[in-house]
């Protein structure tokens, strides 16, 4: 696969956690892992930032952010790297499959979206109006005009696996584009999961792969790190294998891994090499 680059991007403000400023430390801890040479670092604002008078929250340094995370990829973007956005909330995938968009096609891109939430909430009508619950919405091209992508990805294209917390109006969208949902299955057999993972790739005729993983995606039992677990999630193995055949069956295009949020030092010790787990699985293709 190419080189990968990893792009640190701190951002805390699309949570709606009261302690969402854990991710800026997650994205922290993460960021003295990387090599020097293949770190890039996200500008992110400090300040919380409006709505601007949309209902989604924080607007304004959510813009920011994007803006500056776009700049980075631009500068990075090229057929010898594959860049990996890492650290912060799940809005922070926006810039990533916009740029992999550009770069490859929407017809040519597929997407794994390795989360717990199907992330496709309506800024109309979000409980929160938190941007992470609004990501794969705004991916898709829908949503707040501020936020949906001019470079939609396609949703025949769209995989989510490990998802379990899905809201009604969710459901409805995912029913309307005909997105499938991968379950856990079996955690004793993280082989069959991968194969599953690897065959759903094999049927869309795409030529990269994007992959998104939240780590709330995994199972509270192994990775506790994280504002919203939830019960029944993915094994540590099961996540690692089913990435781990994606990239061998696609070219890696770019990744996001988000949502890492150490509560104190004790966990982060804990946790923190799932995360780089996860990191070697993606980074495990084929060279290009």
Request: net charge negative; proline share 8%; aromatic share 4%.
């Amino acid at each position: 696969m190419p080189k990968p680059v990893y792009l640190v991007m701190p951002e805390w403000q699309g949570s709606s956690s009261s302690r969402a400023m854990q991710l800026a430390e997650g994205a922290e801890l993460l960021r003295e892992d990387l090599p020097a040479t293949a770190r890039r670092e996200v500008e992110v604002p400090l300040e919380a930032g409006d709505a601007m008078g949309t209902p989604v929250a924080r607007l304004s340094s959510l813009l920011r952010a994007r803006r500056a995370a776009a700049d980075t990829l631009a500068d990075t973007r090229s057929d010898e790297a594959a860049p990996i956005i890492v650290g912060g909330d799940c809005a922070t995938s926006l810039a990533g499959l916009e740029s992999a968009v550009r770069h490859h096609g929407a017809e040519s891109l597929a997407v794994l979206w390795f989360d717990a939430h199907a992330d496709l909430q309506h800024p109309s009508t979000s409980p929160s109006g938190a941007a992470s619950g609004m990501t794969l919405r705004h991916a898709l091209g829908d949503g707040s005009d501020d936020l949906a992508s001019a470079h939609p990805i396609e949703p025949s294209l769209l995989t989510l696996v490990g998802t379990r917390e899905i809201d009604p109006e969710e459901h409805e969208e995912l029913q309307r584009h005909g997105v499938p949902v991968i379950g856990a299955g079996d955690p004793g057999d993280p082989e069959a999961f991968a194969v599953r993972v690897a065959e759903r790739l094999g049927t869309l005729g795409a030529t990269h792969l994007y992959v998104h993983v939240d780590v709330d995606v995994l199972d509270p039992s192994e990775f506790a790190a994280v504002h919203a677990p939830v019960p029944f999630g993915l094994s540590v193995v099961q996540l690692t294998a089913a990435i781990r055949a994606a990239v061998a069956a696609l070219p890696l295009a770019g990744a996001s891994i988000c949502e890492f949020a150490p509560a104190d030092a004790a966990v982060a010790a804990e946790d923190l090499p799932t995360v780089l787990r996860i990191l070697s699985a993606l980074t495990s293709g084929p060279a290009a």
